[in-house]
Protein backbone atom coordinates (compact mmCIF):
# COMPACT_ATOMS: atom_id res chain seq x y z
CA UNK A 1 0.00 0.00 0.00
CA UNK A 2 2.72 2.77 0.84
CA UNK A 3 4.70 1.63 -2.43
CA UNK A 4 1.10 2.34 -4.46
CA UNK A 5 1.14 5.54 -2.81
CA UNK A 6 4.69 6.25 -3.91
CA UNK A 7 4.44 5.31 -7.40
CA UNK A 8 1.38 7.95 -7.70
CA UNK A 9 3.16 10.57 -5.74
CA UNK A 10 6.41 9.98 -8.37
CA UNK A 11 3.55 9.58 -11.38
CA UNK A 12 2.19 13.15 -9.75
CA UNK A 13 5.55 15.18 -9.70
CA UNK A 14 6.42 13.28 -13.50
CA UNK A 15 2.81 14.54 -14.56
CA UNK A 16 3.46 18.04 -13.68
CA UNK A 17 6.23 18.50 -15.74
CA UNK A 18 4.62 16.58 -18.97
CA UNK A 19 1.27 17.56 -18.39
CA UNK A 20 -0.48 15.72 -21.55
CA UNK A 21 1.84 13.10 -22.87
CA UNK A 22 2.23 10.66 -20.12
CA UNK A 23 -1.72 10.23 -18.78
CA UNK A 24 -1.87 6.79 -17.51
CA UNK A 25 -4.72 5.15 -19.11
CA UNK A 26 -6.95 2.53 -17.33
CA UNK A 27 -8.08 -0.95 -19.60
CA UNK A 28 -11.17 -2.58 -18.72
CA UNK A 29 -10.36 -6.07 -17.22
CA UNK A 30 -14.27 -6.72 -18.21
CA UNK A 31 -17.87 -5.77 -18.20
CA UNK A 32 -19.01 -4.08 -15.34
CA UNK A 33 -22.53 -2.69 -14.19
CA UNK A 34 -25.41 -4.23 -12.09
CA UNK A 35 -26.20 -6.00 -14.52
CA UNK A 36 -24.02 -8.74 -13.29
CA UNK A 37 -25.98 -8.79 -10.41
CA UNK A 38 -27.58 -12.21 -11.25
CA UNK A 39 -24.34 -13.69 -12.17
CA UNK A 40 -23.32 -13.27 -8.12
CA UNK A 41 -26.12 -15.08 -7.11
CA UNK A 42 -25.84 -17.55 -9.47
CA UNK A 43 -22.15 -18.39 -8.05
CA UNK A 44 -23.09 -18.22 -4.73
CA UNK A 45 -25.99 -20.59 -5.38
CA UNK A 46 -24.31 -22.76 -6.78
CA UNK A 47 -21.15 -22.74 -4.13
CA UNK A 48 -23.73 -23.46 -1.68
CA UNK A 49 -25.45 -25.72 -3.15
CA UNK A 50 -29.62 -26.53 -3.03
CA UNK A 51 -32.04 -28.06 -1.03
CA UNK A 52 -35.83 -29.53 -1.57
CA UNK A 53 -37.85 -31.50 0.72
CA UNK A 54 -40.62 -33.66 -0.58
CA UNK A 55 -43.46 -35.26 0.98
CA UNK A 56 -44.84 -38.46 -0.77
CA UNK A 57 -48.27 -39.33 0.66
CA UNK A 58 -50.16 -42.88 -0.69
CA UNK A 59 -50.50 -45.82 0.37
CA UNK A 60 -48.29 -48.35 0.86
CA UNK A 61 -47.12 -50.45 -2.89
CA UNK A 62 -48.73 -47.10 -4.79
CA UNK A 63 -45.26 -46.17 -6.44
CA UNK A 64 -43.69 -43.74 -4.77
CA UNK A 65 -39.92 -44.90 -4.44
CA UNK A 66 -40.30 -45.44 -7.97
CA UNK A 67 -41.46 -42.37 -9.28
CA UNK A 68 -38.76 -40.34 -6.74
CA UNK A 69 -36.21 -42.34 -8.81
CA UNK A 70 -37.67 -41.31 -11.79
CA UNK A 71 -37.81 -37.77 -10.87
CA UNK A 72 -34.20 -37.81 -10.27
CA UNK A 73 -32.79 -40.31 -12.10
CA UNK A 74 -31.09 -41.66 -9.14
CA UNK A 75 -31.30 -45.70 -7.99
CA UNK A 76 -32.20 -45.78 -4.47
CA UNK A 77 -32.44 -48.61 -3.01
CA UNK A 78 -35.53 -48.85 -0.68
CA UNK A 79 -37.72 -52.17 1.31
CA UNK A 80 -40.94 -52.64 0.92
CA UNK A 81 -43.50 -51.66 3.49
CA UNK A 82 -45.77 -54.18 4.94
CA UNK A 83 -49.11 -53.97 5.22
CA UNK A 84 -49.60 -54.35 8.68
CA UNK A 85 -48.42 -51.50 10.98
CA UNK A 86 -51.07 -50.89 13.63
CA UNK A 87 -50.20 -46.90 13.01
CA UNK A 88 -49.00 -44.98 9.82
CA UNK A 89 -45.77 -44.01 10.17
CA UNK A 90 -43.13 -41.42 8.55
CA UNK A 91 -39.75 -42.56 6.36
CA UNK A 92 -37.11 -39.42 6.22
CA UNK A 93 -34.00 -40.23 4.07
CA UNK A 94 -31.79 -37.19 2.82
CA UNK A 95 -29.59 -37.49 0.16
CA UNK A 96 -26.70 -35.84 -1.37
CA UNK A 97 -27.15 -35.76 -5.30
CA UNK A 98 -24.76 -33.68 -7.95
CA UNK A 99 -25.50 -33.17 -11.65
CA UNK A 100 -22.42 -31.65 -13.62
CA UNK A 101 -21.36 -29.04 -10.93
CA UNK A 102 -24.85 -28.30 -9.17
CA UNK A 103 -25.31 -29.86 -5.58
CA UNK A 104 -28.27 -30.64 -4.17
CA UNK A 105 -29.15 -31.84 -0.51
CA UNK A 106 -32.90 -33.92 -1.28
CA UNK A 107 -35.20 -34.90 1.36
CA UNK A 108 -37.51 -36.94 0.77
CA UNK A 109 -40.37 -38.38 3.23
CA UNK A 110 -43.04 -41.18 2.83
CA UNK A 111 -45.77 -42.36 4.61
CA UNK A 112 -45.63 -46.20 5.66
CA UNK A 113 -48.70 -48.35 6.42
CA UNK A 114 -50.86 -45.26 5.06
CA UNK A 115 -54.39 -46.39 4.45
CA UNK A 116 -53.81 -49.96 6.07
CA UNK A 117 -55.27 -49.79 9.03
CA UNK A 118 -58.97 -50.44 9.60
CA UNK A 119 -59.62 -47.60 11.69
CA UNK A 120 -58.15 -44.62 9.75
CA UNK A 121 -59.72 -42.01 11.49
CA UNK A 122 -56.14 -40.70 13.09
CA UNK A 123 -54.20 -41.76 9.68
CA UNK A 124 -53.45 -37.91 8.54
CA UNK A 125 -52.67 -37.17 12.38
CA UNK A 126 -48.63 -38.23 12.11
CA UNK A 127 -48.53 -36.23 8.48
CA UNK A 128 -49.97 -33.09 10.02
CA UNK A 129 -47.44 -33.42 13.10
CA UNK A 130 -44.35 -33.99 11.03
CA UNK A 131 -44.72 -30.99 9.06
CA UNK A 132 -45.53 -28.53 11.81
CA UNK A 133 -42.85 -30.01 13.52
CA UNK A 134 -40.24 -28.76 11.07
CA UNK A 135 -42.10 -25.31 11.04
CA UNK A 136 -41.48 -25.12 14.74
CA UNK A 137 -37.77 -26.33 14.59
CA UNK A 138 -37.31 -23.27 12.16
CA UNK A 139 -39.02 -20.90 14.32
CA UNK A 140 -37.06 -22.40 17.43
CA UNK A 141 -33.11 -21.65 15.49
CA UNK A 142 -35.38 -17.90 14.50
CA UNK A 143 -36.23 -17.08 17.58
CA UNK A 144 -32.51 -18.28 19.10
CA UNK A 145 -30.16 -15.33 20.11
CA UNK A 146 -27.15 -16.90 18.51
CA UNK A 147 -28.56 -17.96 15.35
CA UNK A 148 -27.01 -20.59 12.79
CA UNK A 149 -29.15 -20.77 9.78
CA UNK A 150 -25.95 -21.71 7.48
CA UNK A 151 -25.51 -24.79 9.70
CA UNK A 152 -29.52 -25.04 10.19
CA UNK A 153 -31.21 -27.81 8.01
CA UNK A 154 -34.11 -26.17 6.69
CA UNK A 155 -36.48 -29.63 6.91
CA UNK A 156 -39.49 -27.80 5.91
CA UNK A 157 -41.90 -29.34 3.54
CA UNK A 158 -41.47 -27.46 0.31
CA UNK A 159 -43.73 -29.51 -1.77
CA UNK A 160 -46.41 -32.61 -0.59
CA UNK A 161 -46.58 -35.17 -3.72
CA UNK A 162 -50.21 -36.98 -2.80
CA UNK A 163 -50.09 -40.31 -4.56
CA UNK A 164 -54.09 -41.37 -5.56
CA UNK A 165 -54.75 -44.83 -6.09
CA UNK A 166 -55.94 -45.22 -9.61
CA UNK A 167 -59.37 -46.77 -9.10
CA UNK A 168 -61.10 -45.00 -12.07
CA UNK A 169 -64.19 -43.84 -9.85
CA UNK A 170 -63.72 -41.44 -6.90
CA UNK A 171 -61.50 -39.62 -3.80
CA UNK A 172 -61.76 -41.65 -0.63
CA UNK A 173 -62.20 -40.13 2.92
CA UNK A 174 -58.68 -40.27 3.73
CA UNK A 175 -57.90 -38.63 0.62
CA UNK A 176 -60.07 -35.76 1.35
CA UNK A 177 -59.41 -35.64 4.75
CA UNK A 178 -55.21 -35.60 4.42
CA UNK A 179 -55.80 -33.23 2.07
CA UNK A 180 -58.00 -30.74 4.09
CA UNK A 181 -55.96 -31.27 7.12
CA UNK A 182 -52.72 -29.99 5.28
CA UNK A 183 -53.95 -27.82 2.64
CA UNK A 184 -52.62 -24.97 4.25
CA UNK A 185 -49.43 -25.95 5.86
CA UNK A 186 -48.00 -27.45 2.38
CA UNK A 187 -47.86 -27.12 -1.28
CA UNK A 188 -49.93 -29.78 -2.14
CA UNK A 189 -49.48 -31.37 -6.00
CA UNK A 190 -52.03 -34.17 -6.48
CA UNK A 191 -51.05 -37.38 -8.67
CA UNK A 192 -52.99 -40.38 -10.36
CA UNK A 193 -50.31 -42.80 -9.38
CA UNK A 194 -49.56 -45.99 -12.09
CA UNK A 195 -51.75 -44.15 -14.33
CA UNK A 196 -50.98 -46.80 -17.26
CA UNK A 197 -53.10 -48.94 -15.61
CA UNK A 198 -56.41 -46.50 -16.54
CA UNK A 199 -57.58 -46.27 -20.09
CA UNK A 200 -57.44 -42.52 -21.48
CA UNK A 201 -61.22 -41.82 -21.87
CA UNK A 202 -61.06 -43.10 -17.93
CA UNK A 203 -58.46 -41.11 -16.86
CA UNK A 204 -60.08 -37.66 -18.38
CA UNK A 205 -63.05 -38.26 -16.55
CA UNK A 206 -61.47 -39.46 -12.98
CA UNK A 207 -59.76 -35.96 -13.67
CA UNK A 208 -62.51 -34.19 -13.87
CA UNK A 209 -64.09 -36.32 -10.87
CA UNK A 210 -61.54 -35.94 -8.34
CA UNK A 211 -61.41 -31.79 -8.69
CA UNK A 212 -64.95 -31.61 -9.06
CA UNK A 213 -64.52 -33.52 -5.27
CA UNK A 214 -61.60 -31.05 -4.52
CA UNK A 215 -63.09 -28.08 -5.47
CA UNK A 216 -66.58 -28.87 -3.80
CA UNK A 217 -64.21 -30.25 -0.35
CA UNK A 218 -62.50 -26.62 -0.46
CA UNK A 219 -58.66 -28.09 -0.76
CA UNK A 220 -56.91 -25.78 -1.75
CA UNK A 221 -53.66 -27.54 -4.51
CA UNK A 222 -50.60 -25.30 -5.08
CA UNK A 223 -51.56 -23.46 -8.37
CA UNK A 224 -48.48 -22.89 -10.51
CA UNK A 225 -47.85 -19.33 -10.99
CA UNK A 226 -49.19 -17.26 -13.55
CA UNK A 227 -47.33 -14.15 -12.36
CA UNK A 228 -43.83 -15.41 -13.83
CA UNK A 229 -43.82 -13.76 -17.46
CA UNK A 230 -41.71 -16.57 -18.54
CA UNK A 231 -43.57 -19.50 -17.32
CA UNK A 232 -47.25 -17.95 -16.71
CA UNK A 233 -48.28 -19.71 -19.85
CA UNK A 234 -46.60 -22.84 -19.50
CA UNK A 235 -48.22 -22.68 -15.76
CA UNK A 236 -51.56 -21.51 -16.73
CA UNK A 237 -51.98 -24.49 -18.77
CA UNK A 238 -50.84 -26.94 -16.04
CA UNK A 239 -53.18 -25.96 -14.25
CA UNK A 240 -55.41 -27.99 -16.31
CA UNK A 241 -54.17 -31.12 -16.17
CA UNK A 242 -54.55 -31.52 -12.30
CA UNK A 243 -54.11 -34.28 -11.11
CA UNK A 244 -50.94 -34.92 -12.98
CA UNK A 245 -51.25 -38.57 -14.68
CA UNK A 246 -48.01 -40.57 -13.68
CA UNK A 247 -46.19 -43.32 -14.15
CA UNK A 248 -42.59 -44.28 -12.64
CA UNK A 249 -39.76 -46.48 -14.23
CA UNK A 250 -36.30 -48.10 -12.59
CA UNK A 251 -36.08 -50.20 -16.16
CA UNK A 252 -34.60 -49.02 -19.55
CA UNK A 253 -36.68 -50.29 -22.54
CA UNK A 254 -35.24 -50.29 -26.29
CA UNK A 255 -37.80 -47.80 -27.86
CA UNK A 256 -36.11 -47.88 -31.82
CA UNK A 257 -32.63 -47.33 -31.56
CA UNK A 258 -32.85 -45.32 -28.44
CA UNK A 259 -33.19 -46.45 -24.30
CA UNK A 260 -35.49 -45.18 -22.44
CA UNK A 261 -37.71 -44.95 -18.85
CA UNK A 262 -40.46 -46.89 -19.39
CA UNK A 263 -42.21 -50.39 -18.75
CA UNK A 264 -42.56 -53.12 -21.08
CA UNK A 265 -46.08 -54.55 -20.95
CA UNK A 266 -47.24 -57.57 -23.68
CA UNK A 267 -49.10 -55.09 -25.72
CA UNK A 268 -45.97 -52.13 -26.20
CA UNK A 269 -43.73 -49.70 -24.20
CA UNK A 270 -45.05 -47.18 -22.11
CA UNK A 271 -42.70 -44.53 -22.34
CA UNK A 272 -42.42 -42.36 -19.35
CA UNK A 273 -40.98 -39.10 -20.70
CA UNK A 274 -43.66 -39.23 -23.35
CA UNK A 275 -46.34 -36.37 -23.21
CA UNK A 276 -48.66 -38.65 -24.79
CA UNK A 277 -48.35 -41.64 -22.80
CA UNK A 278 -48.44 -39.55 -19.20
CA UNK A 279 -47.95 -36.28 -17.26
CA UNK A 280 -44.35 -36.81 -15.94
CA UNK A 281 -42.53 -35.00 -18.00
CA UNK A 282 -44.93 -32.09 -17.00
CA UNK A 283 -44.89 -32.78 -13.52
CA UNK A 284 -40.80 -33.07 -13.53
CA UNK A 285 -40.31 -29.97 -15.60
CA UNK A 286 -42.45 -27.78 -13.58
CA UNK A 287 -40.95 -28.80 -10.08
CA UNK A 288 -37.49 -29.15 -11.33
CA UNK A 289 -37.26 -26.17 -14.05
CA UNK A 290 -39.23 -23.50 -13.73
CA UNK A 291 -40.64 -24.06 -9.89
CA UNK A 292 -38.81 -25.12 -7.43
CA UNK A 293 -37.80 -21.58 -6.46
CA UNK A 294 -41.78 -21.09 -6.16
CA UNK A 295 -42.62 -23.83 -4.00
CA UNK A 296 -39.41 -23.01 -1.62
CA UNK A 297 -40.61 -19.46 -1.68
CA UNK A 298 -44.32 -20.30 -1.27
CA UNK A 299 -43.48 -22.66 1.72
CA UNK A 300 -41.84 -19.55 3.40
CA UNK A 301 -43.81 -16.62 2.79
CA UNK A 302 -47.22 -18.61 2.89
CA UNK A 303 -47.52 -21.69 4.81
CA UNK A 304 -44.53 -21.13 7.78
CA UNK A 305 -45.88 -17.66 8.04
CA UNK A 306 -49.45 -18.76 8.46
CA UNK A 307 -48.07 -21.23 11.15
CA UNK A 308 -45.75 -18.45 12.73
CA UNK A 309 -48.68 -15.84 13.16
CA UNK A 310 -50.55 -18.34 14.57
CA UNK A 311 -47.58 -19.86 17.23
CA UNK A 312 -46.67 -16.09 18.23
CA UNK A 313 -50.54 -15.40 18.62
CA UNK A 314 -51.56 -17.94 20.47
CA UNK A 315 -48.16 -17.07 22.85
CA UNK A 316 -49.71 -13.61 23.47
CA UNK A 317 -47.40 -11.61 20.76
CA UNK A 318 -49.50 -9.24 18.60
CA UNK A 319 -48.20 -6.60 16.62
CA UNK A 320 -51.07 -3.94 17.39
CA UNK A 321 -52.43 -3.32 20.84
CA UNK A 322 -56.50 -3.26 21.99
CA UNK A 323 -55.82 1.11 21.59
CA UNK A 324 -54.58 -0.47 17.74
CA UNK A 325 -51.31 1.59 17.85
CA UNK A 326 -48.22 -0.76 16.85
CA UNK A 327 -47.20 -2.67 20.05
CA UNK A 328 -43.21 -3.65 19.86
CA UNK A 329 -41.77 -6.86 20.59
CA UNK A 330 -40.58 -5.44 23.78
CA UNK A 331 -43.83 -3.82 25.05
CA UNK A 332 -45.54 -7.28 24.60
CA UNK A 333 -42.91 -9.16 26.25
CA UNK A 334 -43.18 -6.59 29.46
CA UNK A 335 -46.88 -6.59 29.03
CA UNK A 336 -46.77 -10.22 29.10
CA UNK A 337 -44.37 -10.66 31.92
CA UNK A 338 -46.57 -8.30 34.45
CA UNK A 339 -49.81 -10.07 33.53
CA UNK A 340 -47.79 -13.30 34.18
CA UNK A 341 -46.47 -11.81 38.09
CA UNK A 342 -50.48 -10.37 38.17
CA UNK A 343 -51.53 -13.83 37.64
CA UNK A 344 -49.01 -15.43 40.29
CA UNK A 345 -49.67 -12.54 42.82
CA UNK A 346 -53.57 -13.68 42.27
CA UNK A 347 -53.12 -16.83 42.59
CA UNK A 348 -50.79 -16.44 45.42
CA UNK A 349 -53.67 -14.57 47.25
CA UNK A 350 -56.10 -16.91 46.38
CA UNK A 351 -53.65 -19.78 48.18
CA UNK A 352 -53.45 -17.79 51.46
CA UNK A 353 -57.22 -16.92 51.33
CA UNK A 354 -57.41 -20.51 50.77
CA UNK A 355 -55.16 -21.47 53.61
CA UNK A 356 -56.41 -18.94 56.41
CA UNK A 357 -60.01 -20.29 55.78
CA UNK A 358 -59.00 -24.10 56.35
CA UNK A 359 -57.18 -22.70 59.31
CA UNK A 360 -60.28 -21.02 60.90
CA UNK A 361 -62.27 -23.99 59.99
CA UNK A 362 -59.45 -26.36 61.67
CA UNK A 363 -59.22 -23.82 64.58
CA UNK A 364 -63.50 -24.09 65.11
CA UNK A 365 -63.02 -27.55 65.17
CA UNK A 366 -60.34 -28.01 67.69
CA UNK A 367 -62.56 -25.59 70.01
CA UNK A 368 -65.91 -27.69 69.75
CA UNK A 369 -63.70 -30.94 70.41
CA UNK A 370 -62.01 -28.97 73.30
CA UNK A 371 -65.30 -27.93 74.59
CA UNK A 372 -66.99 -31.18 73.95
CA UNK A 373 -63.89 -32.46 76.20
CA UNK A 374 -64.29 -30.33 78.76
CA UNK A 375 -68.22 -31.20 79.34
CA UNK A 376 -67.32 -34.92 79.54
CA UNK A 377 -64.75 -34.16 82.40
CA UNK A 378 -67.27 -31.71 84.09
CA UNK A 379 -69.60 -34.46 83.87
CA UNK A 380 -67.24 -37.04 85.06
CA UNK A 381 -65.94 -35.27 87.37
CA UNK A 382 -69.24 -34.42 88.70
CA UNK A 383 -70.38 -38.61 88.53
CA UNK A 384 -66.95 -39.05 90.65
CA UNK A 385 -67.91 -36.68 93.25
CA UNK A 386 -71.40 -38.05 93.86
CA UNK A 387 -69.59 -41.73 93.87
CA UNK A 388 -66.98 -40.16 96.73
CA UNK A 389 -70.64 -39.30 98.39
CA UNK A 390 -72.28 -41.96 98.35
CA UNK A 391 -68.54 -44.26 99.72
CA UNK A 392 -68.57 -41.15 102.60
CA UNK A 393 -72.07 -42.38 103.15
CA UNK A 394 -71.20 -45.85 103.44
CA UNK A 395 -68.50 -45.78 104.78
CA UNK A 396 -70.34 -43.49 107.68
CA UNK A 397 -73.23 -46.26 107.63
CA UNK A 398 -70.64 -48.75 108.52
CA UNK A 399 -68.44 -46.88 110.67
CA UNK A 400 -71.89 -46.98 112.68
CA UNK A 401 -72.47 -50.48 112.48
CA UNK A 402 -69.19 -51.00 113.95
CA UNK A 403 -69.45 -49.16 116.47
CA UNK A 404 -72.91 -50.79 117.61
CA UNK A 405 -71.07 -53.98 117.26
CA UNK A 406 -68.47 -53.27 119.47
CA UNK A 407 -71.18 -51.95 121.46
CA UNK A 408 -72.95 -54.95 121.39
CA UNK A 409 -69.87 -56.76 122.60
CA UNK A 410 -68.70 -55.08 125.34
CA UNK A 411 -72.52 -55.36 126.62
CA UNK A 412 -72.51 -59.23 125.89
CA UNK A 413 -69.19 -59.61 127.94
CA UNK A 414 -71.29 -58.80 131.59
CA UNK A 415 -71.62 -61.35 134.60
CA UNK A 416 -74.55 -62.69 133.45
CA UNK A 417 -73.05 -63.52 130.25
CA UNK A 418 -69.59 -65.12 132.04
CA UNK A 419 -71.97 -67.27 133.87
CA UNK A 420 -73.55 -68.13 130.95
CA UNK A 421 -70.54 -69.11 129.17
CA UNK A 422 -69.10 -71.03 132.19
CA UNK A 423 -72.12 -73.87 132.17
CA UNK A 424 -71.37 -73.73 127.81
CA UNK A 425 -67.95 -74.67 128.13
CA UNK A 426 -69.23 -77.49 131.26
CA UNK A 427 -71.74 -78.89 129.00
CA UNK A 428 -69.31 -79.55 126.22
CA UNK A 429 -66.64 -81.51 128.57
CA UNK A 430 -69.47 -83.81 129.97
P1 LIG B 1 -43.77 -48.74 -0.15
O1 LIG B 1 -42.57 -47.88 0.10
O2 LIG B 1 -43.52 -50.18 0.17
O3 LIG B 1 -45.01 -48.21 0.47
O4 LIG B 1 -44.05 -48.78 -1.73
P2 LIG B 1 -43.90 -47.58 -2.74
O5 LIG B 1 -45.08 -46.70 -2.65
O6 LIG B 1 -42.57 -46.95 -2.60
O7 LIG B 1 -44.00 -48.36 -4.14
P3 LIG B 1 -42.80 -48.83 -5.03
O8 LIG B 1 -42.19 -47.69 -5.73
O9 LIG B 1 -41.91 -49.71 -4.26
O10 LIG B 1 -43.59 -49.67 -6.13
C1 LIG B 1 -44.36 -50.80 -5.80
C2 LIG B 1 -44.61 -51.62 -7.05
O11 LIG B 1 -45.35 -50.86 -7.99
C3 LIG B 1 -43.32 -52.02 -7.75
O12 LIG B 1 -43.47 -53.34 -8.24
C4 LIG B 1 -43.22 -51.06 -8.92
O13 LIG B 1 -42.56 -51.63 -10.05
C5 LIG B 1 -44.68 -50.82 -9.24
N1 LIG B 1 -44.87 -49.50 -9.83
C6 LIG B 1 -44.31 -48.35 -9.45
N2 LIG B 1 -44.73 -47.35 -10.23
C7 LIG B 1 -45.58 -47.89 -11.12
C8 LIG B 1 -46.36 -47.34 -12.18
O14 LIG B 1 -46.35 -46.16 -12.47
N3 LIG B 1 -47.16 -48.21 -12.90
C9 LIG B 1 -47.21 -49.54 -12.60
N4 LIG B 1 -47.99 -50.29 -13.34
N5 LIG B 1 -46.50 -50.06 -11.61
C10 LIG B 1 -45.69 -49.26 -10.88
MG1 LIG C 1 -41.12 -47.16 -1.05
Not at 335 to 352: G, P, S, V
Request: glycine share 4%; hydrophobic share 30%; proline share 3%.
Amino acid sequence: MAEKTKNVSSQKSSDEEKPKENIRCLTTLGHFGFDCFPCQLVSRSLQRGFSFNILCVGETGIGKTTLINTLFNTNIKDSKSSHFHPTVGLKVKTYELQESNVHLKLTVVKTVGFGDQINKEASYLPVVEYIDAQFEAYLQEELKIKRSFFEFHDSRIHVCLYFISPTGHSLKSLDLLTMKSIDSKVNIIPLIAKADTISKSDLQKFKSRIMNELNSNGIQLYQFSADDETAAQANTSTNGLLPFAVVGSMEEVKVGKRMVRGRHYPWGVLQVENENHCDFIKLRDLLLCTNMEDLKEKTHTYHYECYRYHKLKTMGFTDVGPDNKPVSFQETYEFKRQEFQEQCQQEEEELKQKFMQRVKEKETAFKDAEKELQEKFEHLKKVQQEEIMKLEEEKSKLEEEILSFYKMKAASETPHSQETNIRRDRDRKK
